[in-house]
Every structure is written in structure tokens, then in C-alpha cells.
């Protein structure tokens, strides 16, 4: 039998073995280091992005044609990479908490797994695949769809037209983000939904509570605060997509609402992959300088995302 | 694999080393095919190319981290880039023209399957003042077609590019005055019209829509319409020989270094047969490098490069106009003086 | 308005695993009927396809007749939400809702039928439901604060609370006092000796003593061995059952007795 | 008392209510897909046909549920409705794109495409993704190596050391923007960092991994989170009333309970950063030789495989691509199901 | 080799709520000592306390003083590691670990510590501590079985088997035996009369006849008031708690005697 409290065999424990094991504070420690080196990496990432990129915030103002200043420069862009995030998201998050639902609450149990796994198989298709699609298949069956809205919505400013004769717009471009966003979210709805405790659910079911109302009474209030991150995940991508993007949209330096016509707004992240190469040093010190925008947009949208999250988690608590 | 293969070849010219260059995305295919070629007659030596685009390409250059580079546009002074490679070389650093390549005006429209336009229409359209197919300037250029009263939907590069860079030189040279913007690689902003990634998302979207025209390389029109332009009083299509007739008559541009054969290409000839819409893409390299073999294998494969074998394998693969023989003669001799050491 | 329920011939499945065997028994209506046995010998098993909350287990099945009021209660016709509504239950784990305040809580089934209630309607529900489950005085001055928030015991009386708060006409309840104090415990007792006179009670306990207190009727379960399924061994009134059982297996399990 | 007055209104409360019979959602369902199919032939729409026959499916069950059954089936029905509506409508796109891959990828797949390099292969010479292939899998590899480690080691801290503490809330929310960090910033960044050790000429295949673990880690990091959170405390005080060390609690109680959903998590992770295109194209560079080794000279990849074979605008490109594409989806599927086998034997074992 | 321990003055608290104010006691080796009380007044709370395991949950902290066997509990120089490993405890909910077989959740406290046992060794300590759990022949065939497959009450006396395993020299359970069936209990019980020749057992208990029947101490915890914290009101022998306690509140606490 072990030992440190037991006086007859001992002496007193306080010599014989420190309160917290090496052990212990070695595993402590190692978790810790990662922590902190998470810290030092974003922070490399940042210092990067303000030494290369503080230059481009006063170039000679020809490099931000049309506009003659960096804020101009990059507000069309900053326009466009919410409105593309926007439009993914609508699209995405409902899509995403049905298929999580579908999943973890609806399918027979011999759909749920094969579907599961299809969902994420489409996490696997490769940026520029979508790129391929989107620019090239899926576009001209945006066409009529945009011709549709054009005729029958063109009173509301997101459908003011006139609509883009290849389907490379906004719209599109938000669709397939959404495509691409739907996998990670609806793998997370997915893994949180089918957490909520079983004991729960049966509760809200033995009280005459129908599937449907079983969940909003057990599932979604449990799951807030999960849904939540996986928006927040699925955001993160709509907003950093690259590749995609650049192939899908028909970009140009303007502010607008419209999503169906040609003349949309790059997004930050589109914006340097379609530039970064045949820029001279100068030109890509701006571009860095809008990823170091991009870098504080998504601060920002993070931060707005916690305080939201926070205050569902404190009522639960 | 086709690689442990590659032994095999039988030829002891014996360069052997690997030598890293990139740059201009439009020389990728001729690359690979001189690469191929290269690497065929040396199985030791490795040639890379990055097809990161002519800017990081020349700012590689520049820092060291390429032997060589493509570039779209030559290297000047604009930006003191030329000092700075002048610096990197510690000699007056190398530019001879590699590729040379007509690029096409394509199009998409039904029942129109030939289509004659000038520089001045092109600059038009593009500019977004002629705004329908059976427009008036159209139409008197086209007599014989019957042109639909469809919308144009002009497609351009969203990309930096060089062959925005080159096709907008050529609006702004032989345009008339019509387009008013300053040639670059970026797209003018006030400019509209659908925007596309690269060569083939221009090819793509041209491809995909109706009504829709674009530039890109010759060599990716692929099945499109390909519009023929206005030199002087005839309409020519694009074609190697055309392209290769207006560099060989272009001088060289004024005040350059006796190793910077960078060409001012005459966009406004008249010239019967020449083509005068076309990309000159350079070869950068120093005359001196510190390494004897990194000396040798640039030496060699830019020989090779623009040897009449290297100009032809390009030709074949990328659909490029070999460079006239006296250019390459004298890019030949310029590349000949290539040494090592100090 | 309280159910007889008459169960012949019922098997209960997990899959492919017979967990019940051949129950027959009736529960009378308005009276008490407690459910004593060994561990694992089916009794929630049992309890639970009393209300249709057994098919609610991915590949749980039923086989066998279940009538409540005469009517069969695994008929394709039959809601079972409104069957559950109706047929009310505790579980043997307090489960009160995480997300919900304690008022809420005890409202979560009201709240799923009527949307709008008036908030004095809703007060008096909270506090009728909560005095029952004897709860009112320790929570009346936080009925804000989250049902999580409050100790075990109080939890399962909160979710005995919630469940009688529906008016159900039969309450099953899967050993609630399990997790409680003597005086919660004699309180939910003095609860079901009141709610008896209107409803039909059925009542899963490891505690003789509970079942020879509260119950008229009895039903004994057992299992031959593991791996096989349980079975009603006797079934009989609560006072006969405890003082001359017809089965030698009731008498042996019931003068192990213990409190 | 209240309850007494209820009582008539309960007692309408029948536990046999009428309900719609079993086969009425199929019913409905075809009964839509007629209304689809003649909207189709009128219109000479696909897509309305389509989206009429949906819409009357949401709309009719609910309708005729509300009229028979109560207006909290009809709800429920809604529900349910919507739910296998939007299971059907994501299918689409998925279903369309991977047949889309199969259809142009499949035809190019073949040995020799599998097992040869793009060297000194021009015109119709038939080449091979080899390089992009081994490239990809020492690349992803290398980044898994780096980022597991320290995204498990990250996650491990917040849920288990750092309840309540500052740092804690600080690099929660650092990972959150990590997140956001576009994947050609995490490139550059990656390359400058190599720039500023081996010099400007440097392009590796390790870069590329540096690079990908910048957009790998917050991902790890999140879901082993949110897996370690669903470990209920009562398993980890059970260990500790055992005697047992915290950090071996946490290996050998709370690791094994979320496993399988730490290796899904790591799984999502990778897929979304095998496919990605433009770090790797700035930092590992772009070859046609096959090289293996991740610490000198550059390494292809897939994705950039597929980008680079795009980009030369030629059909026998076009079609490589496609064939890179497949290929890709390929691996990770076979990544995936074998996630899939590993947190299934890690899964908590109910038994039952 | 058991321990005897001292508790005096002890405050224990949640973050800034003291749920348990002034507890002075002393537990006696070799015996047993129950603790009772409404639910709420802290039984769990205290129980935790006297092995370090109160100080997991974040915020919770103690004051005053534990000695056991004449030395400090809460010394810093203290691990509480040790001491858990030698003050056993069982919860009130049943707890197995997932991912482990029956047999290696018995054997967990030594494997998780990585104590290298022989084969033969390894059974003969699963074998032993199952049947001192009265849980051997349910589950002597399946010991490779998930330790969840098993019901509620198995998994209770599961949980017992495996902090018996580890031979602590005090036992502290927290009502062990609410989810168990009589059988069970009385095995559980048979253990404690077993066990606590040589150790020393605590156990929480709302069953008040069980606290009379195993232990020889027992102490009466109560709350004066809700959000008030909790007090031990009286600690005595058992047989004169039970025939003629000191206090008026403990009479009646015990007078509304059930079982
Ligand atoms: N969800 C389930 N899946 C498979 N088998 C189950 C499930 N729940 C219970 N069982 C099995 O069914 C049998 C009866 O279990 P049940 O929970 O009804 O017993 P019980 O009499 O309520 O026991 P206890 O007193 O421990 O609660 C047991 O053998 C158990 O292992
Ligand atoms: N983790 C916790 N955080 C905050 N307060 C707690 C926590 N656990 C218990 N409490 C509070 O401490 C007080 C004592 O709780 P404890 O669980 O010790 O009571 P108990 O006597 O064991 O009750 P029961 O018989 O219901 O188990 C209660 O008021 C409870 O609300
Ligand atoms: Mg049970
Ligand atoms: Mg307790
Ligand atoms: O050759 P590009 O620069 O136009 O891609």
C-alpha cells in the first residue's frame, strides 16, 4: 500500500513527494507551450503582415487605382468579402443545421452514416475544384435563375441587374462558398446535436413533446453555443477563401449591392491571389496591407461572434 | 514512373544540376517544352519554372532566389528595378526576348463564324462604348456577316497579367485615341465588363457565355470565334509568322545596355502580314554567377532556349513564333558570354 | 379521466436482445401499482413501453398487446405524443433541462401545447406543480435561476414538478425517489397518496418498504439468469404480496427485505 | 382548483387521435412529384419543375396534416418535411460535382498516370501526377505531424488548466481569428519565415507543411475542444478519486472517451487543407520532377497539379486537372474511412 | 492501517457561496460513519472534503482544518493525489469509464497509475473485488464487456469493485447504494460490515434505516435556511442518535423516520 500518509512508515509526506508531481507540471507545462506557441505563431503572422504590409498603406497613389488612397483601395474589397461571407452563410446555415439534424435526428440510422460521410467528403474537394465547377458548370445555370430574379425582383437592390451573361457573380460566388462552408458546419452541428443528452431529449418527449418540438425544447438550446462555432468556422472559410472565389468572380473595384450583374467586388483574400504574382514589390506591400485588413476583419467578426456566444452561454449556466 | 527512364537517354553533353527560374505565367507551356527539351539532351540537370508571374518572378531575380526569370514586361528602371538587377548581376543584366506570341481577340456569338475588327472598334467595345454585336462600326467592318442586335459582354483578365499588359498597349497604340486608360497589367477599373481568372478562366467564360469577347493567347483560343484585325488596309488572324515579322521589325528600345535586347514592339505597323496584337516575354539572367555549374546550366539551357531547336519545340507546344534569326543570333551571342567566378 | 391499462403477452426487444418476456398484468385505474425486482430485471424496460417512450431507443421493438381504456396502444393510429401526454413520467435520473430557469422548467411541457399563456395562468401552474413535488419553499425565491443550479436531490423533485405540471391522467415513475432525502422522499409519497384519487399510478422502486407504503398492487420481476430476459414472476395486491405470496421467488426476494 | 376546471378540455385529449396514415407522406410525395413533372413539360423548366414539386411537397403534407391531425403535427410534419427537403437539395450539388470529377477525372486515371511524373512530358506524351501525389502526402503528412501535437496540447490546456483563466480566454480567442488567416497570408508568411533562415531561393516542401499547420491548428484546436468539453466531469473525478494523476486522467480517461471525435476533428482538419492551392504554390513552388525530400528543393503538390494543369488552357490540361481532382477526393476518402474505423474502435463502447 | 480523521472549523465553499459552515468531527478509524441530512445541507460537500476531492471543482475551496492520523490534509506540502489513492470514494451516480472493458474498469486504479501486474495477479484482483461488489457472477462470463453495457445498479456495484481494487484504507461513499436494488444494498452493506474491521468507511446515506444498521457514528447535517449554509447539528454514536439524540432538530428529523 502506498504510502505518504501513513506516519508508522513515513516520515511526514511534506519531504517526501512535492504537492504536484514533476509529472504532472511537465504535461502541465507541455499543454501550456502549445497554448503559447499558437500565440507566437499568430503574432508572427501579424508582425509579418504589419512590417511587409505598412509600406503599402502610402504608396504612390497610382497603385490604388481607381482610388487614390489605401482606404479607398480596399473598402470595395472589404465590401465584397462580407457580402460574399453574407451570402454564403444565409445560404449555408440553414442548409447545415437541416443536414446536422437530418443526421443526428431524422435519418434511418442506415442513411445517417453513409451521408455523414458523403458530407464530408465534400470538405475534401480541393479549392480549385470548386473553382473549376463553379466557373465552369455551375455558372451557366446561375444564368437563368439571375434572369429570373432580374425580371421579378429587380425592385430590390441585391437583384437591380442587369444580370451577368455568364454567371460569374456575387451570387454565384456565394453559392459556391456555401457549398464549401456547409461540410465543416454541418459536421460540428452534427457532432453537438448528437450530444445532447440522451436523458434530455427523453424528458421533452415524455412530456408529449412531438420530434420537432423535442428538439427545440432539448437539442437547439443545448447546442447554442456549438452552432454558434460552427458558424463562426464556417465564416472563417467564407471569409479566407481564396481560389475559389478568384475563378468564380467577375471582379472589379466597386460597391454595390447588386449580385447578379458582372461588376462585382473582389474579395481581400480573391483580391491577392488574382494580384500578388505580377506585382511589382511596392503593389504587393498594399496587398499585404489588405490581408493585415482582412487579418482585423475577422478580429473583429470573432469578437462580435464571442459576446454573442457568451451571452447564450450565460444563461445556460 | 517515367523518371528513373530518364537515364536512359544517351548524351554526354553532361550539364548536370538543378537550376531554378520562374516568373511570366505565359511562358509555362513553352517552358515545359523547354524544359523537356533541355533535359532530354542533359538527364542529369533539372530545370525549374515557377509560373508565379512576372513581378515575383523579376523581384526573385532581383533578391537571388532565381538564376533566371520570364517577365512579360521588360525590366526598366520605372521602379529603379533595373538598378536593383544590375546590383544583383554586378554587370548589366541579361534580357534577350524567349517567347514571342500572337494573342487572339476571341469571341462568342451564333452564326457569325468570321469577324473583322480594328484597333479602334476593339478599344471601343472593351471600353464600353460599343455596347451591341449589330453596332454601326461593327457592321461596316463586317459587311458580309449578319450580326445579331445581342449585347457584348467584353471579358478581360482580373489578374495582374501580361497579356492585359500587351493587349492594352496595343488598344492604346493603334487605338485612334479611343481607349484613354494607361497600358498596364492590371484592368483599368473604368473599364466594366466580366472579369476572369487567368488565360483559361477568360477562355471559360467566353466559352460560356453569348455575345461574349475576350484576349487571350493564341494558343488557348481553342474553338472559339478568333477575330481578325485591321493592318493598314487588310484583316489579319493571328498567326506565328505575323507576330515573329512585327518583333523583327521593332527596335530595340532606346538606351538599353548592350545585353538588354528588349524590343518597343510597333503595335501601329501596316506592314502586310504582320500581326501586331502579340506578347514579348523576356529571358533574365546575369552574365557573371558566382557558381561554375549554376554558370554553365543557364548558359546552356538559355542557349538551348533560343537555338532554333528550343524556338521550334515551343512552337510545337505552345504555339509560339520562333524569333527571327538574326534576333536569335543575337540573343545567342549576348548568352554566349555567360561566365563564372569574378 | 384516470386509464386502466391492460398488458398481455408483451415482449420488449433491444434489438435483437429479449430484455422482456411474456408480461401479463392489469393496471388498475386510480390505485398505485409498484414494480419491484432485481437489478436489470426489466422493470424501466417494462415502465417505459407503458408510455411509447421504449421505441424512442434506435432498434428498441415491442411485441404483445398493451390496452389502455380498451384501446390498443400500439395501434398505427395511435399518436404516441398525445399517448405521452398523457402518460406522464419520472425518470430515475433527474434531468431537468440545462438551458431552462426553474420556472421554465416546470412549464416545458404546458408551454409546448398552449403558446400564449397568461403570465398569472403560468405563475399558478409553476407554483401548484411546484408545492406538490414539495420544492416551492426552497426555490420560490430563485425561480429564475437555471434547474441545473440546484442540488440533486431538488432536481429530480423540480423534474417530478415539470411532469405533473401537464396534468397527465397516468404517472410512471422509474425509482424517483432514488435520489432523495427522506423528507423529499416522504414528501413525493404523501404526493402520490394525493394524486391516487385521480390518477393512474405506476411506480418502479428498489425499496420494498416504498412499495408496501404507497402501492395497492405489486408486480414482481425477475430473471432466471443473465443474458436471459426478465419476467413477471408475480403480480398480486401490495398487502397479499407482502404478507403470503403465491410464488416461493416473491417470498425469497421479499424476506431479503430491506429498507 | 384550476385543475378541476381544466378537466373537460383534457379529457378531449384523446390518445387515439386521428392521424394520417403511414403511407401519406409517399403519397404526397408523389403526388408532388407529378405537380413537378407537369410544371417541367409546361415550362420546359427543369428547375421550376423541380422546385414546384418541393414546394408542394412542404406545403401539402403540412396543410393536410393541419386539417386532419392538429396544428402541432402539422408543425412537426413541417419539420420533418423541411428537414429531409434540405437532406435531398445538399445532395445535389454534392452528387453533381463528384459525378462532374468522375465523369472527367475517371476517363485520364490510369497507371501510368498514377505512377508517372510530369517530367520532359510536352505535347500528347502522356505524364502522370506521381510527384503531386508523394508531394501531397509528405506535405499534409508533415503538417499533421506539427499541428496534432500542438493543437491537442492547445485544446487540452483550454478545457483542462486554463477554466477561468485570462490566457485561456485570449488564445480561444486568438484561435477564432486564426481561423480567418486566408490561406495565401499563412503562404507568404511561411515563406518569408524560411526567406529569413535559408535565404530568398529557398522553396521546400516543409514550408508548405508550416503553412498548412497555420491553417490546420485552429481547426484542430476547436473540434478536440469541443470534444473534450462533452466529457462529462463525473469520469475525470472518478479518476481522480482513484488516485490517479491529472495528466494521466487526461491520456488514459478523457483522450480515449473523445478519440473518435478528436480524429474526426483532425480528419476535417486535413480535408480542408489538402486541397489548398496558393500557400503551397508560393512556398513549396512548383516542379515536375518527383522529390521526396521535404527539406530541399520543391516539392509539387496536387492541388497546385491541378491549378497548374488548368491553367495551361488546353484540353489534355483540362482533363489532368480533373484527373488530380479525383485523385485527391480519392486519398482523402480512403483518410476518411480509415478515420472513420480508428474513432470507431476509440468510441465509447455502450455495448448495447 | 485505517485512519482515524479530525475535522474542525471547517468552511468549505463554492466560489463565494459557503455551502458548509463551522463542521467539527471526528471520524473514528475502523468504523463506520454515516452522514444524514436533507438534501442540499451539504452531506456530499463534506464528504468530498475529507479526500481532496472538493478542490477539483473549480473555485471550491476549503478552510479550517482536517488532520488525518495526526496530520494536516490541506497541508501544501500535501499530495492530494496520495491521499485520494488512500481515501477511496464511490459516487452517487454510477460512473464506469466508457472505453474500458468490465474487467479493466476494475483494475482501472491500478493501470491508470501504470503498476505493472502480472496476468494471474491482474485476475485475482478483478475476481476478488467483484465478488466483494456481489457483482462476480453477474458478469463473470463477459468481463471483456464495455463496463456501460451493464444496468444502472451493475454499474454501481462496478464502481464499488473498482475503488475496492485499489485497497484504499478509507472508503467515503455518497449514498452508493441509491441506485441499487435490495439485493444489492445488502451485499453493499454485508461489504461495509466486512470492510470495516480493517478500514475505515464514511458513507452518506438518505436512508436513515441504513445509516442505524451499518454505522456506528452518524452525523446530522441540516440548513438553517435556503441559500443559508449547511451545519452539522449533531454528531453522535448511532445508537444514541437514533434512541435519544442530543438536539430537538435531529428528533425531528429522524421521528419523520422512512425508509
Ligand atoms: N438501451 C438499452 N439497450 C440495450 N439493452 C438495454 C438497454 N437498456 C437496458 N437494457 C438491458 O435490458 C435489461 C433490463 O434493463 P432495465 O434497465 O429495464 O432493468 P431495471 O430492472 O430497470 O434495472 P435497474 O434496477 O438497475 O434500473 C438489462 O439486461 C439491460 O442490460
Ligand atoms: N458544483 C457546485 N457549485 C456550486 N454549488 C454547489 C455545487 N455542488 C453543490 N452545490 C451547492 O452546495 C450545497 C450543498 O450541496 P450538496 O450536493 O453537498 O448537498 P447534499 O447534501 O449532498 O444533497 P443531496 O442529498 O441532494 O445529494 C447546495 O446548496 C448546492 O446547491
Ligand atoms: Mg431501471
Ligand atoms: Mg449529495
Ligand atoms: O501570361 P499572363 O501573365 O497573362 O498570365
Not at chain 4, 462532374?100 to 510536352?122: C, D, E, H, W
Request: include cysteine; hydrophobic fraction near 45%.
Amino acid at each position: 500500500m502506498t504510502d505518504t500518509l501513513t506516519p508508522e512508515k513515513q516520515s511526514p509526506p511534506s519531504t517526501d513527494r512535492p504537492p504536484n508531481s514533476f509529472s504532472d507540471r511537465l504535461f502541465a507545462g507541455l499543454a501550456l507551450a502549445a497554448g503559447i506557441t499558437i500565440m507566437v505563431a499568430l503574432a508572427g503572422v501579424f508582425v509579418f503582415l504589419a512590417i511587409e504590409g505598412a509600406p503599402g498603406l502610402s504608396v504612390d497613389p497610382s497603385f490604388y487605382e481607381p482610388a487614390t488612397t489605401f482606404a479607398g483601395y480596399v473598402w470595395p474589397l472589404v465590401w465584397g468579402t462580407t457580402l460574399a461571407a453574407l451570402i454564403a452563410l444565409v445560404f449555408a446555415v440553414p442548409f447545415a443545421i437541416g443536414l446536422a439534424l437530418f443526421v443526428s435526428h431524422y435519418a434511418p440510422r442506415r442513411l445517417a452514416t453513409p451521408v455523414a460521410y458523403l458530407i464530408d467528403l465534400l470538405a475534401a474537394i480541393p479549392s480549385v475544384v470548386f473553382g473549376l465547377w463553379g466557373g465552369g458548370v455551375l455558372n451557366r445555370y446561375m444564368v437563368p435563375i439571375q434572369d429570373w430574379l432580374y425580371a421579378h425582383f429587380s425592385w430590390i437592390p441585391f437583384f437591380a441587374g442587369p444580370p451577368s451573361a455568364t454567371g460569374r457573380t456575387m451570387l454565384t460566388a456565394g453559392v459556391v462558398l456555401a457549398i464549401m462552408v456547409l461540410p465543416i458546419t454541418t459536421a460540428i452541428c452534427r457532432e453537438v446535436f448528437a450530444r445532447t443528452p440522451r436523458l434530455n431529449e427523453e424528458a421533452a418527449l415524455a412530456l408529449g413533446a412531438t420530434r420537432w418540438e423535442m428538439i427545440r425544447t432539448a437539442v437547439f438550446p443545448y447546442s447554442r453555443s456549438g452552432m454558434i462555432s460552427a458558424v463562426m468556422l464556417g465564416l472563417g472559410r467564407a471569409l479566407g477563401e481564396t481560389m475559389a472565389v478568384a475563378m468564380v468572380l467577375s471582379a472589379s473595384p466597386i460597391v454595390t449591392l447588386n449580385i447578379i450583374s458582372s461588376s462585382n467586388p473582389a474579395t481581400i483574400a480573391s483580391n491577392i491571389a488574382s494580384n500578388y504574382k505580377e506585382a511589382t514589390p511596392d503593389k504587393q506591400a498594399v496587398l499585404i496591407a489588405t490581408g493585415l485588413v482582412l487579418f482585423a476583419f475577422t478580429f473583429a467578426v470573432n469578437f462580435v461572434a464571442r459576446w454573442v456566444a457568451g451571452r447564450s452561454d450565460r444563461r445556460m449556466a | 514512373g517515367n523518371e528513373e527512364s530518364s537515364g536512359d537517354s544517351s548524351s554526354d553533353s553532361g550539364l548536370s544540376g538543378t537550376l531554378n527560374g520562374g516568373g511570366a505565367s505565359s511562358q509555362e507551356k513553352a517552358q515545359a517544352a523547354w524544359r523537356a527539351g533541355f533535359q532530354g539532351d542533359n538527364p542529369d540537370a533539372t530545370i525549374n519554372y515557377d509560373p508565379v508571374g512576372s513581378g515575383t518572378g523579376r523581384e526573385n531575380f532581383i533578391n537571388g532566389a532565381y538564376s533566371f526569370a520570364g517577365t512579360d514586361s521588360a525590366i526598366n528602371n520605372d521602379e529603379g528595378e533595373l538598378d536593383a538587377a544590375t546590383e544583383r548581376c554586378g554587370d548589366d543584366v541579361i534580357q534577350v526576348p524567349a517567347y514571342v506570341s500572337p494573342i487572339a481577340v476571341i469571341y462568342n456569338l451564333d452564326g457569325v463564324d468570321q469577324l473583322n475588327l480594328s484597333a479602334e472598334v476593339i478599344a471601343n467595345i472593351f471600353n464600353g462604348s460599343i455596347t451591341k454585336w449589330n453596332d454601326p462600326a461593327i457592321a461596316d467592318l463586317n459587311p458580309d456577316a449578319t450580326l445579331p442586335g445581342d449585347t457584348i459582354t467584353p471579358v478581360h483578365r482580373q489578374d495582374d497579367s501580361g497579356t492585359t499588359d500587351n493587349f492594352t498597349q496595343y488598344l492604346a497604340a493603334a487605338g485612334n485615341g479611343a481607349w484613354k486608360a494607361d497600358p498596364d497589367g492590371v484592368w483599368p477599373a473604368e473599364y466594366k465588363g466580366e472579369a476572369a481568372e487567368g488565360t483559361s478562366g477568360v477562355v471559360g467564360a467566353v466559352t460560356d457565355g453569348s455575345g461574349t469577347i475576350g484576349y487571350a493567347d493564341a494558343s488557348a483560343a481553342a474553338d472559339l470565334g478568333v477575330a481578325a484585325i485591321q493592318v493598314g488596309e487588310e484583316f489579319n488572324t493571328p498567326s506565328a509568322e505575323g507576330a515573329a515579322q512585327v518583333v523583327a521589325n521593332s527596335p530595340t528600345v532606346e538606351g538599353a545596355s548592350p545585353n538588354d535586347m528588349a524590343v518597343d514592339v510597333d503595335r501601329t505597323t501596316t506592314e502586310s502580314g504582320s500581326y501586331p496584337l502579340l506578347l514579348v516575354s523576356y529571358l533574365l539572367a546575369c552574365p557573371t554567377y558566382d557558381s561554375a555549374e549554376e554558370a554553365d546550366l543557364v548558359k546552356g539551357y538559355l542557349t538551348y532556349v533560343v537555338s532554333d531547336a528550343g524556338q521550334q519545340a515551343a512552337a510545337d507546344e505552345a504555339g509560339s513564333a520562333p524569333l527571327d534569326s538574326s534576333l536569335s543570333e543575337q540573343a545567342a551571342s549576348i548568352i554566349d558570354a555567360i561566365s563564372s567566378g569574378s | 379521466m384516470a386509464k386502466s391499462i391492460d398488458v398481455s403477452d408483451l415482449d420488449i426487444y433491444y434489438g435483437d436482445f429479449k430484455a422482456v418476456e411474456g408480461v401479463n398484468l392489469t393496471i388498475r385505474a386510480r390505485a398505485v401499482t409498484a414494480f419491484i425486482g432485481p437489478s436489470g430485471c426489466g422493470k424501466s424496460t417494462v415502465l417505459r413501453s407503458l408510455n411509447r417512450m421504449h421505441e424512442v431507443i434506435p432498434g428498441a421493438r415491442v411485441e404483445g398487446k398493451i390496452m389502455v381504456d380498451g384501446q390498443s396502444l400500439y395501434d398505427p393510429s395511435v399518436d404516441p405524443v398525445a399517448v405521452r401526454r398523457q402518460i406522464g413520467m419520472v425518470f430515475q435520473r433527474p434531468n431537468p433541462f440545462p438551458t431552462m430557469s426553474i420556472f421554465d422548467n416546470v412549464l416545458a411541457g404546458n408551454k409546448l401545447n398552449s403558446k400564449k399563456m397568461s403570465k398569472s395562468d403560468a405563475e399558478a401552474i409553476v407554483e401548484r406543480s411546484l408545492r406538490h413535488a414539495n420544492l416551492w419553499d426552497e426555490v420560490k425565491d430563485r425561480l429564475n435561476k437555471p434547474g441545473m443550479s440546484l442540488s440533486g436531490g431538488q432536481q429530480q423533485r423540480l423534474c417530478i414538478a415539470r411532469a405533473i405540471a401537464v396534468e397527465p391522467q397516468v404517472l410512471l415513475m422509474d425509482e424517483p425517489c432514488s435520489a432523495l432525502d427522506p423528507i423529499s422522499t416522504s414528501a413525493i409519497e404523501d404526493l402520490i397518496h394525493e394524486l391516487k384519487s385521480d390518477y393512474t399510478i405506476v411506480i418502479v422502486t428498489h425499496n420494498m418498504q416504498q412499495a408496501a407504503r404507497v402501492s395497492e398492487y405489486t408486480g414482481f420481476f425477475n430473471l432466471r439468469a443473465t443474458g436471459e430476459p426478465g419476467r413477471l414472476v408475480e403480480f398480486n395486491e401490495t398487502k397479499k404480496m407482502f404478507s403470503n405470496p403465491d410464488r416461493e421467488a416473491t417470498e425469497a426476494y421479499i424476506s431479503g427485505r430491506f429498507g | 382548483m384550476s385543475t378541476l376546471q381544466q378537466q373537460p378540455a383534457r379529457e378531449n385529449v384523446a390518445v387515439h387521435t386521428v392521424r394520417l396514415p403511414s403511407w401519406a407522406p409517399w403519397l404526397v410525395a408523389a403526388g408532388s412529384c407529378g405537380v413537378g413533372a407537369l410544371v417541367w413539360l409546361l415550362t420546359t423548366s427543369l428547375g421550376l419543375g423541380v422546385l414546384a414539386g418541393v414546394v408542394t411537397f412542404l406545403v401539402a403534407l403540412p396543410l393536410w396534416s393541419a386539417a386532419v391531425e392538429n396544428r402541432r403535427a402539422a408543425v412537426d410534419r413541417l419539420a420533418t418535411s423541411v428537414v429531409w427537403t434540405t437532406f435531398a437539395v445538399a445532395m445535389v450539388p454534392l452528387v453533381w460535382l463528384v459525378w462532374t470529377v468522375l465523369k472527367n477525372g475517371l476517363p485520364v486515371i490510369n497507371a501510368q498516370f498514377l505512377t508517372y511524373s510530369m517530367r520532359n512530358v510536352i505535347g500528347d506524351a502522356q505524364g502522370g501526377l506521381y510527384h503531386a501525389l508523394m508531394g501531397t502526402l509528405l506535405i499534409t503528412g508533415a503538417a499533421t505531424v506539427i499541428s496534432v501535437p500542438i493543437g491537442v496540447f492547445c485544446a487540452i490546456y483550454l478545457v483542462e488548466y486554463g477554466k477561468g483563466k485570462r490566457l485561456a480566454r485570449w488564445i480561444t480567442f486568438l484561435v477564432d481569428v486564426m481561423t480567418g488567416i486566408p490561406s495565401i497570408v499563412a503562404g507568404l508568411f511561411a515563406l518569408s519565415l524560411f526567406v529569413i533562415i535559408f535565404g530568398p531561393s529557398v522553396r521546400i516542401g516543409f514550408g508548405g507543411a508550416v503553412a498548412l499547420s497555420l491553417l490546420m491548428i485552429p481547426t484542430v484546436v476547436r473540434s478536440t475542444e469541443e470534444m473534450l468539453r462533452l466529457v462529462p466531469d463525473d469520469l475525470r473525478e472518478a479518476s481522480y478519486a482513484l488516485g490517479v494523476r491529472r495528466w494521466r486522467t487526461i491520456v488514459k480517461v478523457v483522450l480515449p472517451t473523445s478519440a473518435g471525435g478528436i480524429v474526426t476533428g483532425i480528419m476535417l482538419a486535413i480535408s480542408r487543407v489538402i486541397g489548398e492551392t496558393a500557400p503551397l504554390l508560393v512556398v513549396a513552388g512548383f516542379t515536375d520532377s518527383v522529390n521526396t525530400n521535404l527539406f530541399s528543393d520543391r516539392m509539387m503538390t496536387l492541388p497546385v497539379f491541378i491549378f497548374t494543369q488548368y491553367s495551361t488552357s488546353t484540353e489534355k490540361g483540362l482533363s489532368y486537372a480533373w484527373g488530380g481532382a479525383l485523385v485527391l477526393i480519392a486519398i482523402v476518402m480512403v483518410l476518411n474511412l480509415t478515420a472513420r474505423i480508428i474513432g470507431r474502435i476509440f468510441a465509447p463502447k455502450t455495448g448495447r
